[in-house]
């Protein structure tokens, strides 16, 4: 590539399948919007497990649900009510609740604080021993998002986010960037970073759920814009190929009319580089050549010419004037 003081070349950006695209610089509010992908991780998980010899009496939960403090995973029985039970032939499951649960108080299990229940081992009428784990639990679900390297100067806690599944994209939530850190960053690697946003039992994914997003970063009011595809890079500036109105062609200069400046730095492109671009040239000139051509057909006709045939004088009879090939 080369750089000349004086030169133009109207190109327009061209997308992946060749054909060139025209757009238009543009005044308004530009807003950066990152794009974030990422997952959904279980954090500070942990076991429950049973403290009593006795029997899993009931099971009043699922895996992949939410439970509060207050809410009973299952009821345990000890020996004694559970013999008690058995020998009464009750399924009811009013009686741990109540009257049982007053005078033998079954043992009920739940989690110390709100938590997504993982895996549930207990069962209905199993006899457990002490320490035996019936229920995989976790404090809170995260969204944990990677931003890219080119990103990561734009992400700030605090800003807006818009997520959702990717297998379900019509179903969106909204949060607020937290916990915001940036990769380690190497001698040569630009770090790219990672958010944790936490989830709620009204706006959650299941674990493992693979997910994306946008994070409204920051708006520049009334600025000029254009595509970046648009733009071209050469040692460190940028470049935009912009329309332009030429006059005379030369094969090493062109004319230009408008669209640019004096001392305007251009970008000449090498032919590979064109992608199927053409290049501005010198070529035939069919209006000009065709306003030469009347220019010259209206010059003036030499002496005798420019006289009416029937006022040119003629040869008297018998006399051709002298030989035109006499000495």
Request: net charge neutral; charged share 30%; with cysteine.
């Amino acid at each position: 590539m080369r750089l000349p003081l004086a030169a133009a070349l109207a190109l327009a950006a061209l997308p992946a399948s060749g054909e060139p695209a025209v757009e238009a610089v543009r005044r308004g509010d530009l807003e950066v919007r990152v794009k974030v992908t990422g997952t959904v991780v279980p954090a500070d998980v942990f076991r429950l497990k049973s403290t009593i010899d006795g029997r899993i009496e009931t099971v009043l939960t699922s895996s992949y649900s939410w439970r509060g403090a207050d809410q009973t995973l299952a009821f345990m029985a000890h020996k004694e009510l559970a013999a008690i039970l058995d020998a009464r032939g009750t399924q009811d499951k009013d009686i741990l609740e109540d009257r049982w649960q007053r005078v033998y108080r079954p043992t009920p299990i739940r989690c110390p604080s709100t938590c997504f229940v993982l895996k549930v081992f207990a069962k209905a009428k199993t006899w457990v021993k002490p320490q035996t784990v019936m229920f995989e639990a976790a404090r809170s679900l995260q969204l944990v998002a990677r931003v890219r390297p080119e990103d990561s100067h734009w992400v700030r806690d605090g800003q807006p986010l818009t997520f959702w599944a990717v297998k379900d994209p019509s179903k969106k939530f909204s949060g607020r960037v937290a916990r915001f850190v940036l990769d380690v960053q190497g001698q040569k690697v630009d770090p790219g970073g990672t958010f944790t946003l936490e989830l709620s039992p009204d706006r959650y994914f299941d674990p493992g759920t693979e997910w994306e997003g946008i994070v409204a970063a920051e708006t520049k009011k009334n600025v000029l814009f254009v595509p970046t595809a648009s733009l071209l890079s050469y040692k460190g500036n940028s470049y935009l190929p912009v329309r332009v109105s030429t006059g005379i062609t030369t094969a090493e200069f062109t004319q230009i009319n408008a669209g640019a400046e004096e001392k305007r730095p251009v970008l000449v492109l090498d032919e590979a580089d064109l992608k199927g671009a053409a290049r501005h040239k010198q070529e035939p000139d069919r209006p000009a050549l065709e306003r030469r051509a009347r220019e010259l057909q209206g010059r003036a006709l030499p002496d005798d010419e420019d006289e009416p045939r029937s006022r040119r004088r003629q040869p008297e009879d018998g006399d051709f004037g002298e030989d035109p090939y006499a000495d």
